[in-house]
């Protein structure tokens, strides 16, 4: 197909975001609908568009002749059975993360992908796409500073969503490196544990930061601190120490300021100026691939699954005062 009609299904940041990076960024495609169960900030979202239509109902998209495609970007206790009933649709899907908030769930939608017996679903880890974690993973795999021994992974916030648990900083944040740190070190994550300080004053009811250790099938030690109100911006980190030296991201703000005797970087507010790049090039590869019926060169339902036993096996650390935990990737 020369253009792939797009269905978004979710208007609120994410979504809009897509619908914005799509419009304006990615050629060979047109955003044909948008779905939000508020209508009326998915006609918000719809308007800004020259022939969009809007629903309150994300089956009707998924059933609309007119979307060849589906960007699933609503909450996530919604991405498992949206994302089967756009398998059954027989429609490629790009899901935000996570495939589905707990494990069981995204058992049941790798099965139902195996059983159509078509890879319909890419993940939207983005950071396989972004070019700082690209090149990352370019000197790892050349051998910049000898082999990894350790991997330091922060991630920073402005403040927490509206009813962030101490499980959602894991399957909403934290799963991110869940699937970067193995794909980085070509090695799967073997065991974790969770740990926590005591918690910032800005927030009750949340234990943040948070602070995971990893353990990949070749030995490398990973630390992982997710902190979602560390208040001073957006902030996201990476460094490598191998046998000879260290690798790691650097700040990509574009802009120094020099005034009143002093010399500073900005942050982003959030993830998306952080992280622009990465989607426009993840969303570009996967409607190259939705466009000649390939295979997209994103994450796959099976590597939300992966990531999501990792998730589990935190949270089962988290609740077992820190011990070590195995991680255990089902069969299906």
Known sequence: MSTVRIGVIGAGNMGADHVNTLHRHVSGAVVTMVADIDEER???????????????????????????????ASHDSTHADLSVAAVRAGKPV??????????????????EERQAGERLISLGFMRRFDPAYVELKAALTAGVCGAPLLLHCV??????????TDESSITGSAIHEFDTVPWLLNSPISEVSWHAPRSTAAIT????????LLRTADGVLTTVEVFLNAGYGYDIRCEVTGEHGTVALTNPARLVTDSARARSLGYPADWRPRFADAYRLEL????????TGSHPPLATAHDGLTA?????????????????????????
Do not use: F, H
């Open 42 to 72: 998915a006609a918000s979202v719809a308007g800004a568009l020259p022939d969009a239509r809007a629903t309150g109902d994300p089956y009707a998209l998924m059933a609309d002749p007119a979307v060849d495609a589906v960007v699933l």
């Open 94 to 111: 790009l899901c935000e993360k996570p495939l589905a908030p707990t494990l069981s769930e995204c058992v049941r939608v790798v099965r």
């Open 155 to 164: 991630s920073r916030g402005v403040s927490s969503a509206p009813g962030a």
């Open 205 to 212: 009811g949340l234990r943040d930061p948070q602070l995971i």
């Open 284 to 291: 570009q590869a996967w409607i190259d691939a939705v466009a």
């Open 308 to 332: 999501s036993a990792v998730a589990e096996a935190a949270i089962a650390s988290m609740k077992n005062r820190g011990r070590t935990v195995a991680v255990e990737v089902p069969e299906v």
